[in-house]
């Protein structure tokens, strides 16, 4: 569906009821990639998935940055009524769940960080970044969805379940052209959150698919050790999109986690 916002449309799924459970994608990617969490998810949560802004059926922001999408979350869940929320996204996602946690900690219930990390980009990487902008513009996504494919999934996936591949690279050949050009800017400009770890006071599951080679396992290690009481869950033979890659193991580590860190009798 679409909600309409202070700050545009945004696309929406949502399922389950109780506890709001805030799904926030990966680069370049949408709201789709939740389907297999959506299909299924914890009792006693109400699980909502948007498009990031620019993404899927999210009109753009005029500030691509991951401090305005943290705002502009605090904006979706104002528009629906929702006071507080466990904040769960994925790479990029992750990066903006901790944006998010920063800019209002007053609006998260819990964390769930998968496959992500808590330092900004390199000097290296921000270059290729805007290689990459360029490139996009002058080819369009498919080369983006191209150059991303390898270390999107994991080797395991890759060679045992070729529509999983074919699923992920078909979302990400999908998204604009001015969505990958803003998602670029707003990954290669976010801060570095490696000091907001320790701030973290809420209840935190950290999951990483082994394989993972674009955002690796000792990345998760990193953020796992700098937020007190958190959880680690690692993931054997899966990659980056740990989500649509193990969607059962994935399911169940995020249930068990709901179920002992978040009472559902109190909404
Ligand atoms: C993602 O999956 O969100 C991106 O690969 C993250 C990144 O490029 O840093």
Same mark, same amino acid.
């Given at each position: 569906?679409?909600?309409?916002?202070?700050?545009?449309?945004?696309?929406?799924?949502?399922?389950?009821?109780?506890?709001?459970?805030?799904?926030?994608?990966?680069?370049?990617?949408?709201?789709?990639?939740?389907?297999?969490?959506?299909?299924?998810?914890?009792?006693?949560?109400?699980?909502?998935?948007?498009?990031?802004?620019?993404?899927?059926?999210?009109?753009?922001?005029?500030?691509?940055?991951?401090?305005?999408?943290?705002?502009?979350?605090?904006?979706?869940?104002?528009?629906?009524?929702?006071?507080?929320?466990?904040?769960?996204?994925?790479?990029?996602?992750?990066?903006?769940?901790?944006?998010?946690?920063?800019?209002? +900690?007053?609006? #998260? !219930?819990?964390?769930?960080?998968?496959?992500?990390?808590?330092? /900004? $980009? =390199?000097?290296?990487?921000?270059?290729?970044?805007?290689?990459?902008?360029?490139?996009?513009?002058?080819?369009?996504?498919?080369?983006?969805?191209?150059?991303?494919?390898?270390?999107?999934?994991?080797?395991?996936?890759?060679?045992?379940?070729?529509?999983?591949?074919?699923?992920?690279?078909?979302?990400?050949?999908?998204?604009?052209?001015?969505?990958?050009?803003?998602?670029?800017?707003?990954?290669?400009?976010?801060?570095?959150?490696?000091?907001?770890?320790?701030?973290?006071?809420? +209840?935190?599951? #950290? !999951?990483?698919?082994?394989?993972?080679?674009?955002?690796?396992? /000792? $990345? =998760?290690?990193?953020?796992?050790?700098?937020?007190?009481?958190?959880?680690?869950?690692?993931?054997?033979?899966?990659?980056?999109?740990?989500?649509?890659?193990?969607?059962?193991?994935?399911?169940?580590?995020?249930?068990?986690?709901?179920?002992?860190?978040?009472?559902?009798?109190?909404?």
């Amino acid at each position: 569906m679409i909600v309409h916002t202070a700050l545009g449309a945004v696309g929406l799924d949502e399922s389950g009821r109780g506890v709001p459970v805030l799904w926030l994608h990966g680069f370049p990617h949408d709201r789709s990639v939740w389907a297999p969490q959506l299909a299924s998810p914890a009792p006693g949560f109400r699980y909502l998935a948007p498009d990031l802004p620019g993404f899927g059926e999210s009109v753009q922001l005029p500030d691509p940055s991951l401090d305005a999408w943290a705002d502009w979350i605090a904006t979706l869940l104002d528009t629906l009524a929702i006071d507080r929320a466990v904040i769960a996204g994925l790479s990029m996602g992750g990066y903006l769940a901790l944006a998010f946690w920063r800019r209002h +900690p007053g609006r #998260v !219930l819990a964390l769930v960080l998968a496959d992500t990390r808590a330092g /900004a $980009d =390199s000097e290296e990487t921000r270059s290729k970044r805007r290689e990459r902008q360029g490139l996009v513009r002058a080819e369009g996504p498919g080369v983006i969805a191209d150059l991303m494919i390898p270390g999107m999934v994991g080797q395991t996936t890759r060679a045992e379940r070729p529509a999983v591949v074919a699923t992920i690279h078909a979302v990400m050949q999908r998204a604009s052209v001015a969505g990958i050009v803003d998602g670029l800017q707003a990954l290669m400009d976010r801060d570095d959150s490696t000091a907001t770890l320790a701030t973290v006071t809420v +209840p935190t599951l #950290v !999951l990483c698919g082994e394989e993972d080679v674009l955002t690796p396992v /000792a $990345d =998760s290690q990193l953020i796992a050790a700098g937020i007190a009481g958190s959880r680690l869950a690692l993931m054997p033979g899966v990659g980056h999109v740990s989500n649509i890659e193990a969607p059962e193991v994935f399911n169940a580590l995020l249930s068990d986690f709901l179920a002992a860190t978040i009472r559902t009798d109190k909404t």
